[in-house]
């Protein structure tokens, strides 16, 4: 009867580190597997965000946007810019918050109207970086102002006549 108890315990525990030998391995590779799924949407954003940079609707914006916020030139051309803004987040699916800012950090375009002229970044650790000529950056994980949610931003710096004129930000 001992060698029974010695036999079930050796199989019980030769068991238990097989399933613990299983999950390990079950848990790297589903690490794995999230950490190449996040670099690839880091990856598609960031191309999103540098091609964006580029709009003619953005820098419309930025060319405007010194002018009162109520005028009617630069509430049309904002319009645009945020409608464009929401076409890029629609066919992706998967942006929280699209935005560019003027060069104060102020979100001066936004798919989420609500945020335009009221949402300011400029405490934001990204947003110096690329200010300060970082250009493309990839945010630590943070807490969203809007949502409560765990967001990484991606960001790159936009120039408007060789000059520092804001940054677009996803």
Request: no cysteine.
């Given at each position: 009867?001992l060698?029974?108890?010695?036999?079930?315990?050796?199989?019980?525990?030769?068991?238990e580190?097989?399933?613990?030998?299983s999950?390990?391995?079950?848990?790297?590779t589903a690490?794995?597997?999230?950490?190449k799924?996040?670099?690839?949407?880091i990856?598609?954003?960031?191309?999103?965000v540098?091609?964006?940079?580029?709009?003619?609707a953005?820098?419309?914006?930025?060319?405007?946007i010194?002018?009162?916020?109520?005028d009617?030139?630069?509430?049309?051309?904002?319009g645009?810019?945020?409608?464009?803004?929401?076409?890029?987040?629609d066919?992706?699916?998967?942006?929280?918050?699209?935005?560019?800012?003027?060069?104060?950090?102020?979100?001066?375009?936004?798919?989420?109207p609500?945020?335009?002229?009221?949402?300011?970044?400029?405490?934001?650790?990204?947003f110096?970086?690329?200010?300060?000529?970082?250009?493309?950056?990839?945010?630590?994980?943070?807490v969203?102002?809007?949502?409560?949610?765990v967001?990484?931003?991606?960001?790159?710096r936009?120039e408007?006549?060789?000059?520092?004129?804001?940054?677009?930000?996803?």
């Open positions: 009867s060698s029974l108890v010695l036999s079930l315990y050796f199989v019980v525990s030769a068991a580190k097989a399933i613990t030998h999950a390990e391995q079950s848990l790297r690490a794995f597997t999230v950490q799924s996040v670099e690839e949407q990856a598609r954003a960031m191309a999103d540098r091609i964006t940079a580029t709009m003619p953005l820098h419309d914006v930025l060319a405007r010194r002018l009162p916020k109520d009617p030139e630069l509430t049309a051309v904002v645009k810019a945020n409608a464009t803004l929401k076409s890029i987040a066919i992706y699916g998967y942006y929280e918050s699209y935005y560019m800012t003027d060069s104060k950090g102020l979100v001066a375009t936004s798919f989420v609500a945020i335009v002229n009221k949402l300011d970044i400029s405490n934001r650790p990204w110096h970086t690329s200010m300060n000529g970082g250009g493309s950056v990839i945010s630590e994980p943070f969203s102002r809007l949502t409560g949610n967001l990484i931003a991606v960001m790159t936009v408007e006549n060789g000059n520092y004129g804001g940054m677009v930000g996803a």
